[in-house]
């Protein structure tokens, strides 16, 4: 069975750094796009970066665009979410989710997230 | 940037009772490419509808997808206990930024 795993989400300042981590299971990873996307409390979702299956081409939602890096490592079936200088705006639940390749920008898997909370 | 405005905001209903959810574009969706999630309190969204009606692998035919152009519709013909939850609806054609709205709640009347 598909299943992604998010882990990293903590409290931090605001100004700070955190690195999310996505792990896959359950399919072939990299054959796949993948995308973060986050939900603020009481908010809809909002996607916020995609990579696609080689690690080529990350887009970003114009909000974080400079300020967070999307990456992947196939080897360890691994996504990743570096976020630097946090706003308090940025806080959510962080999901990763899987691109259907067949309708790429459909999200057919997703984790169950990750709580990232921007506050001094 | 594509804005979804999803109506009503709250459908309260009865199982067994036919729930019909609106998805609006700020303008053409291209290529019927929306589709629907549902969302659990603690769990994962789970995808039941892509392509504006096809239903995703395992979803129930009691839940349909219809509309195109910038009037989307998501029907539930009869209402499950399991159903009651939240439902948005999401744009992504061409290149992103992809968009969802901003939500549906359906709760037990």
């Known amino acids: 069975e598909a299943q992604l795993v998010e882990s990293g989400g903590a409290l931090v300042q605001p100004g700070g750094s955190l690195r999310l981590s996505c792990a896959a299971s359950?399919?072939?990873?990299?054959?796949?796009?993948m995308s973060w996307v986050r939900q603020a409390p009481g908010e809809g979702p909002e996607w916020v970066a995609n990579?696609?299956?080689?690690?080529?081409?990350?887009y970003y939602m114009a909000s974080v665009k400079g300020r967070f890096t999307i990456s992947r490592d196939n080897a360890r079936n691994s996504l990743y979410l570096q976020m630097n200088s946090l706003r308090a705006d940025d806080t959510a639940v962080y999901f990763c989710?899987?691109?259907?390749?067949?309708?790429?920008?459909?999200?057919?898997?997703w984790g169950q997230g990750t709580m990232v909370t921007v506050s001094s | 940037e594509i804005m979804l405005t999803q109506s009503p905001g709250t459908l309260s209903l009865s199982p067994g009772e036919r729930a019909t959810l609106s998805c609006r574009a700020s303008?053409?969706?291209?290529?019927?490419?929306l589709a629907w999630y549902q969302h659990k309190p603690g769990q994962a969204p789970r995808l039941l509808i892509f392509?504006?009606?096809t239903r995703d692998t395992g979803i129930p035919d009691r839940f349909s997808g219809s509309g195109s152009g910038t009037d989307f519709t998501l029907t539930i013909s009869r209402l499950e206990p399991e159903d009651f939850a939240v439902y948005y609806c999401?744009?992504?054609?061409?290149?992103?930024?992809?968009?969802f709205g901003q939500g549906t709640k359906v709760e037990i009347k």
């Open positions: 303008q053409t969706v291209t290529s019927s490419f």
């Open positions: 989710a899987r691109v259907k390749w067949s309708h790429p920008g459909a999200f057919e898997i």
């Open positions: 990579i696609k299956h080689d690690g080529r081409d990350p």
């Open positions: 359950g399919f072939s990873f990299s054959s796949y796009w």
């Open positions: 392509g504006a009606s």
């Open positions: 999401q744009q992504y054609g061409n290149s992103p930024p992809w968009t």
